[in-house]
């Protein structure tokens, strides 16, 4: 608990033992009458006792001033009608009526509802906090005689050397110069299973360095690495409220006022029928009763509508989910994104890197004649010498020979096409059949599947190339599983070949897909699926070139972001790894928030208007008041925790 909390426990149990006190303490008799003060003796009407509401008013004073200081405080500001100025009335009210038990008892379990729930959001934040504390406070910094000084991460510059040792977390993303180890990258991605590495590979802030020591040369300043970037998102999430959080927001503004007038005007209307309607024509339901008694219900029916179960629980249900799907390794930018994929009915991938693997592997060579083999792969891998493309790197460590930089100038890459470059002098073309089309040269056809590189060399046919991208492990099992979980169609947009995207459509069960299309032919499609879909619409991709379609989307999903900064910042919802089973992941767990959300709104709804009716009849007393508020409360921010728990969607 919080020094804070504390404090209020302190408070509760305080007032609860004088409480206790009062009620249990006989007559204080007094000698004289005091006006207020006192009041005539029970036994004896010559002798005065202390007045009950004095000492009612030190427990209910210890426990509710801070409430009665908001409220007034509020009240000055204009915002009149909030949960305090309903507690105030209603136990000012109470203590006017001469219930000054019950005006103490609703004050104490408010304020008891009120540090539950105050508890129940800082052990959700908490939780995030811990799941989240990644950033580490130090880095070891290797200064140019080899000694190390213990700095803090916002110190350290790019090219710097940082030492980390085993157990220690990796401070800044950088790229291994000496060492191996295996990174735990669980915090991140919320696997389990260490990740290798070697020197030349990246590491990213956040991990934790587990076997051998490692010095890394650091490539980002603190403020740009990952691990600040995931944490600025999780801090922001709750800024983006889903639908149901701002009807809740809503509902609260105009819900709070029209309570109060309706307990006003089920106090007044019968108190002005009792004094106007003489006693022989009253109707039934005023029969035997007096102003006090309205009053009475009035202010039951004020305590029963205080709205903090709603108010609370339902953001603290998408905050526990935000933060559950973040052990997960799935990073979602808002409740609003979380609401809107328990509504996905169309998934669209993108094919490279998503549903495969984007490791290219070259399955065949077909050159031309007057072309062999070698020569035409090392054409290729020349001209695509300054591309970090996966079928560039693929073509250069298919070639045996070794590439001189020196041999290839005026490289030009036309997007969506391939690459133009000059290369020992010769003008060489890598790319699709829309590039041969472009450039007036006849390719032939290739039925094999894969990706299909074509060839041409001062304009003329040279050959081609076959590379291939095996489906992920888990991509099939992933289809299924989305359309398990009541996604109705799934799509696959690809820029690749017509028989590679029809090959791996049919390996993997995607309803549709739609090959040799450009980037912006992936946006017109994407717009003609929005139009047509019903519910909602995803698209899944790696974040790096597929900005435009991830905007464009209702949700747009970056898979394998960690270490993609164009991921984390166009994406509304973000995979920390490569595996496309954790979108049926982040969407059981939006659609378990969103029914525990749902749970709250209507079982908070109905048992207040429901103790609302009893007691605008005088069938609910102020206990059954007090459960209406404070145990709603209660039990639906304890619904709402369960939404941080995902350890089933982990297994």
Same mark, same amino acid.
């Given at each position: 608990?919080?020094?804070?909390?504390?404090?209020?426990?302190?408070?509760?149990?305080?007032?609860?033992? @004088?409480?206790?006190?009062?009620?249990?303490?006989?007559? &204080?008799?007094?000698?004289? #009458?005091?006006?207020?003060?006192?009041?005539?003796?029970?036994?004896?009407?010559?002798?005065?006792?202390?007045?009950?509401?004095?000492?009612?008013?030190?427990?209910?004073? &210890?426990?509710?001033?801070?409430?009665?200081?908001?409220?007034?405080?509020?009240?000055?500001?204009?915002?009149?009608?909030?949960?305090?100025?309903?507690?105030?009335?209603?136990?000012?009210?109470?203590?006017?009526?001469?219930?000054?038990?019950?005006?103490?008892?609703?004050?104490?379990?408010?304020?008891?509802?009120?540090?539950?729930?105050?508890?129940?959001?800082?052990?959700?934040?908490?939780?995030?906090?811990?799941?989240?504390?990644?950033?580490?406070?130090?880095?070891?910094?290797?200064?140019?005689?080899?000694?190390?000084?213990?700095?803090?991460?916002?110190?350290?510059?790019?090219?710097?050397?940082?030492?980390?040792?085993?157990?220690?977390?990796?401070?800044?993303?950088?790229?291994?110069?000496?060492?191996?180890?295996?990174?735990?990258?669980?915090?991140?991605?919320?696997?389990?299973?260490?990740?290798?590495?070697?020197?030349?590979?990246?590491?990213?802030?956040?991990?934790?360095?587990?076997?051998?020591?490692?010095?890394?040369?650091?490539?980002?300043?603190?403020?740009?690495?990952?691990?600040?970037?995931?944490?600025?998102?999780?801090?922001?999430?709750?800024?983006?409220?889903?639908?149901?959080?701002?009807? &809740?927001?809503?509902?609260?503004?105009?819900?709070?006022?029209?309570?109060?007038?309706?307990? @006003?005007?089920?106090?007044?209307?019968?108190?002005?029928?009792?004094?106007?309607?003489?006693?022989?024509?009253?109707?039934?339901?005023?029969?035997?009763?007096?102003?006090?008694?309205?009053? #009475?219900?009035?202010? *039951?029916?004020?305590?029963?509508?205080?709205?903090?179960?709603?108010?609370?629980?339902?953001?603290?249900?998408?905050?526990?989910?935000?933060?559950?799907?973040?052990?997960?390794? *799935?990073?979602?930018?808002?409740?609003?994104?979380?609401?809107?994929?328990?509504?996905?009915?169309?998934?669209?991938?993108?094919?490279?890197?998503?549903?495969?693997?984007?490791?290219?592997?070259?399955?065949?060579? #077909?050159?031309?004649?007057?072309?062999?083999?070698?020569?035409?792969?090392?054409?290729?891998?020349?001209?695509?010498?300054?591309?970090?493309?996966?079928?560039?790197?693929?073509?250069?460590?298919?070639?045996?020979?070794?590439?001189?930089?020196?041999?290839?100038?005026?490289?030009?890459?036309?997007?969506?096409?391939?690459?133009?470059?000059?290369?020992?002098?010769?003008?060489?073309?890598?790319?699709?059949?829309?590039?041969?089309?472009?450039?007036?040269?006849?390719?032939?056809?290739?039925?094999?599947?894969?990706?299909?590189?074509?060839?041409?060399?001062?304009?003329?046919?040279?050959? #081609?190339?076959?590379?291939?991208?095996?489906?992920?492990?888990?991509?099939?099992?992933?289809?299924?599983?989305?359309?398990?979980?009541?996604?109705?169609?799934?799509?696959?947009?690809?820029?690749?070949?017509?028989?590679?995207?029809?090959?791996?459509?049919?390996?993997?069960?995607?309803?549709?897909?739609?090959?040799?299309?450009?980037?912006?032919?992936?946006?017109?499609?994407?717009?003609?699926?929005?139009?047509?879909?019903?519910?909602?619409?995803?698209?899944?991709?790696?974040?790096?070139?597929?900005?435009?379609?991830?905007?464009?989307?209702?949700?747009?999903?970056?898979?394998?972001?960690?270490?993609?900064?164009?991921?984390?910042?166009?994406?509304?919802?973000?995979?920390?790894?490569?595996?496309?089973?954790?979108?049926?992941?982040?969407?059981?767990?939006?659609?378990?928030?969103?029914?525990?959300?749902?749970?709250?709104?209507?079982?908070?709804?109905?048992?207040?208007?429901?103790?609302?009716?009893?007691?605008?009849?005088?069938?609910?007393?102020?206990?059954?008041?007090?459960?209406?508020?404070?145990?709603?409360?209660?039990?639906?921010?304890?619904?709402?925790?369960?939404?941080?728990?995902?350890?089933?969607?982990?297994?």
């Amino acid at each position: 608990m919080s020094k804070k909390q504390k404090k209020m426990l302190t408070r509760i149990l305080a007032a609860a033992v @004088l409480l206790v006190v009062v009620k249990l303490l006989p007559e &204080i008799r007094l000698p004289i #009458h005091l006006p207020l003060i006192s009041s005539p003796a029970a036994q004896n009407g010559t002798m005065f006792s202390l007045a009950p509401w004095l000492l009612y008013l030190v427990p209910y004073l &210890i426990i509710g001033w801070d409430v009665l200081a908001r409220s007034l405080r509020n009240i000055a500001n204009g915002q009149v009608f909030d949960e305090n100025f309903l507690m105030a009335l209603a136990t000012v009210g109470a203590f006017g009526t001469g219930e000054y038990a019950e005006a103490v008892f609703v004050m104490l379990f408010y304020q008891v509802g009120e540090l539950f729930q105050d508890y129940a959001v800082g052990k959700s934040r908490q939780s995030i906090a811990a799941l989240m504390d990644i950033r580490p406070d130090t880095a070891n910094l290797e200064g140019e005689n080899g000694e190390i000084q213990e700095v803090d991460p916002e110190e350290v510059s790019v090219g710097s050397i940082v030492v980390i040792k085993p157990g220690q977390r990796v401070p800044l993303d950088g790229v291994v110069v000496e060492g191996t180890s295996a990174l735990d990258t669980a915090a991140l991605t919320g696997e389990s299973v260490p990740r290798d590495v070697v020197p030349g590979d990246a590491v990213i802030s956040g991990c934790v360095n587990q076997t051998g020591l490692l010095r890394v040369k650091v490539t980002r300043e603190s403020g740009e690495s990952t691990v600040s970037k995931i944490l600025d998102l999780v801090e922001n999430a709750s800024e983006k409220k889903s639908t149901s959080e701002n009807f &809740i927001t809503r509902f609260a503004r105009y819900y709070t006022p029209c309570v109060v007038i309706a307990a @006003l005007a089920l106090f007044l209307i019968p108190t002005l029928a009792l004094a106007l309607t003489p006693a022989a024509s009253q109707p039934a339901f005023l029969l035997g009763t007096t102003w006090s008694n309205w009053l #009475h219900r009035a202010l *039951i029916f004020l305590v029963i509508s205080c709205p903090c179960a709603l108010v609370i629980s339902v953001p603290l249900s998408f905050f526990g989910g935000i933060g559950g799907a973040s052990k997960c390794g *799935i990073l979602v930018k808002g409740g609003n994104y979380l609401e809107a994929l328990a509504k996905t009915e169309t998934v669209i991938f993108d094919k490279t890197g998503t549903l495969t693997r984007g490791t290219f592997t070259v399955t065949a060579v #077909h050159p031309e004649s007057g072309f062999t083999r070698e020569q035409l792969l090392e054409d290729a891998a020349l001209a695509e010498r300054y591309s970090d493309h996966p079928i560039s790197l693929s073509l250069q460590a298919a070639c045996t020979s070794s590439l001189d930089a020196g041999r290839v100038s005026g490289v030009e890459e036309i997007a969506g096409h391939g690459v133009l470059a000059q290369v020992d002098g010769r003008r060489v073309a890598v790319g699709n059949r829309r590039l041969m089309e472009r450039q007036g040269v006849s390719a032939a056809p290739c039925e094999l599947p894969g990706t299909i590189v074509y060839v041409a060399v001062d304009g003329a046919y040279a050959g #081609h190339i076959v590379i291939s991208d095996l489906p992920k492990e888990d991509a099939k099992a992933a289809i299924a599983d989305l359309k398990a979980n009541g996604v109705k169609k799934t799509v696959m947009l690809t820029g690749d070949t017509e028989a590679a995207a029809k090959a791996v459509a049919a390996e993997l069960g995607v309803d549709e897909y739609h090959a040799e299309l450009l980037p912006a032919d992936k946006v017109e499609w994407m717009e003609r699926l929005l139009a047509s879909s019903g519910g909602k619409t995803a698209f899944v991709g790696d974040g790096i070139n597929d900005a435009p379609v991830l905007t464009r989307a209702d949700i747009g999903i970056a898979m394998g972001a960690l270490g993609s900064d164009a991921a984390i910042e166009a994406a509304d919802i973000v995979l920390m790894d490569d595996k496309p089973s954790k979108i049926a992941t982040a969407m059981r767990i939006s659609r378990k928030t969103l029914r525990i959300a749902h749970q709250n709104i209507w079982f908070a709804l109905i048992v207040k208007f429901a103790v609302m009716i009893l007691g605008a009849f005088d069938l609910a007393t102020m206990w059954e008041a007090v459960f209406a508020d404070v145990g709603v409360a209660f039990i639906a921010i304890l619904n709402a925790t369960r939404c941080l728990k995902t350890e089933e969607f982990r297994s």
